[in-house]
């Protein structure tokens, strides 16, 4: 009984151990918690919305912009990874279930470097992204009350 208490109290501090490990590593998640465990949540926004936003926002508003147009990147990426990997696959095995992985893996590699490809056209590495995009649910959220 008395090892069962220690091993217990052994996982339970390893388990807060790893629990705080990677609560540091995403701590930046905390800056959405508000928008995203909310009692009633945020309604929808429109494309015309965020360009009101990048219009009023000086600071912020040209980050958002360029954090949107990132996406295009991204896209663009895992359109070609995926047809690409999945028409390759399908060329050499002709097997459905491995062309529809060969799809799925392509576009989820394609957005990463469709993503990367983006960060240093559009030199996102010196941009705050984060706070960018924290400042116009800030925006929208105080909107919506005011509404």
Same mark, same amino acid.
């Given at each position: 009984m008395a090892d069962d208490s220690s091993s217990q109290s052994f996982l339970?501090?390893?388990?807060?151990?790893?629990?705080?490990?990677?609560?540091?590593?995403? #701590?930046?998640? =905390?800056?959405? #918690?508000?928008?995203?465990?909310? =009692?009633?949540p945020l309604p929808s926004w429109t494309s015309s919305d965020v360009e009101e936003f990048i219009a009023s926002d000086p600071v912020n508003g040209p980050t958002l912009k360029t954090a949107r147009e990132a996406v295009n990147y991204g896209l663009t990426g895992s359109v070609i990874g995926a047809v690409s990997t999945a028409g390759v696959a399908w060329k050499y095995s002709r097997s459905l279930h491995g062309a529809g992985l060969s799809f799925v893996a392509g576009g989820i590699f394609g957005w990463t470097f469709g993503q990367e490809i983006a960060g240093h056209a559009l030199q996102l590495y010196r941009l705050d992204t984060l706070t960018a995009q924290t400042k116009f649910l800030e925006w929208w959220e105080n909107k919506c009350e005011r509404s």
């Amino acid at each position: 009984m008395a090892d069962d208490s220690s091993s217990q109290s052994f996982l339970r501090r390893h388990w807060e151990e790893y629990k705080e490990f990677w609560g540091e590593r995403f #701590s930046f998640l =905390d800056n959405f #918690s508000r928008f995203v465990n909310r =009692d009633e949540p945020l309604p929808s926004w429109t494309s015309s919305d965020v360009e009101e936003f990048i219009a009023s926002d000086p600071v912020n508003g040209p980050t958002l912009k360029t954090a949107r147009e990132a996406v295009n990147y991204g896209l663009t990426g895992s359109v070609i990874g995926a047809v690409s990997t999945a028409g390759v696959a399908w060329k050499y095995s002709r097997s459905l279930h491995g062309a529809g992985l060969s799809f799925v893996a392509g576009g989820i590699f394609g957005w990463t470097f469709g993503q990367e490809i983006a960060g240093h056209a559009l030199q996102l590495y010196r941009l705050d992204t984060l706070t960018a995009q924290t400042k116009f649910l800030e925006w929208w959220e105080n909107k919506c009350e005011r509404s």
